[in-house]
């Protein structure tokens, strides 16, 4: 008889996990996360089909901690020693195949904190878009905005507050760095990957590649309209 583990599912801030356990109950991997119910049950059968490619390979990383990179996609967890770390992949190869998996059972509340957390999310790169598209000029993205309503409109550095082309009520920042750029590249990535549908993953395409567009254009610097 098999003895059989089990994959069950759970609802975060950033989505629907999948979690590999052996029979004993001992976590064996936990997947990133995913935007629907549909796509975790898709991602527990891509992971099967990967584990019975037995492409597993174990990396020390610089802290020293081992783990294991399944078909160069999916990392485990971190283990103090090398042995540890092969006896936890050869259970992820022997139970991963005919693992049960237990049905989604909703929970009110966290379905509701990874509703808000959407809603924040989006917010938040509608805000990104918006700093890209404000500036006037393809790519360059602002640092910061401010409406006339708000305190200190008008003020600061004129050679780097611009008033809006389209919009007199509103001003935006240059001299942009290049972490800050960084800042949005990962962000952009995380939300496509995590919460965009096809038609904000399509818009968020368009936008990094214009941004990218700019970088490499201009010898890979930010430049500002003045």
């Known amino acids: 008889m098999a003895v059989l583990g089990k994959f069950i599912i759970d609802l975060r801030l950033d989505g629907y996990h999948f979690c590999l356990l052996a029979n004993n109950g001992q976590l064996l991997y936990d997947s990133t996360g995913f935007a629907s119910e549909e796509g975790v049950m898709k991602g527990i059968e891509t992971f099967k089909k990967a584990c019975e490619g ?3 390979v174990i990396y020390q990383d610089k802290f020293g901690r081992f783990r294991f990179v399944l078909n160069k996609r999916y990392i485990g967890e971190d283990y103090k020693d090398r042995a540890q770390c092969e006896k936890v992949t050869a259970s992820v190869q ?3 195949k005919d693992s049960v ?3 989604y059972t909703p929970d009110p509340e966290k379905e ?3 509703a808000e957390a959407k809603a924040n999310a989006k917010r938040a790169v509608e805000a990104m878009i918006k700093l890209t598209e404000i500036t006037g000029r393809a790519g360059f993205t602002a640092r910061a905005t401010r409406h006339s309503y708000e305190e200190n409109f008008g003020t ?3 050679e780097e507050w611009h008033i809006c082309e389209d919009n007199p009520d509103m001003e935006w920042l ?3 760095s290049s972490d800050e750029m960084t800042g ?3 962000a952009y990535g995380v939300y496509y990957d995590l919460v965009a549908d096809k038609k904000e993953k399509k818009k968020i395409a368009q936008v990094v590649k214009t941004i ?8 890979f610097h930010l430049t500002d309209v003045d």
Do not use: C, K, L, S
Request: charge should be negative.
């Open 94 to 96: 022997r139970f991963a």
């Open 156 to 158: 600061g550095n004129r």
């Open 101 to 103: 998996v237990v049905p």
């Open 184 to 186: 949005h590249y990962f």
């Open 174 to 176: 240059g001299e942009t």
């Open 112 to 114: 509701q904190a990874y």
């Open 54 to 56: 037995n492409d597993f």
């Open 212 to 219: 990218t567009d700019h970088i490499i254009e201009n010898n």
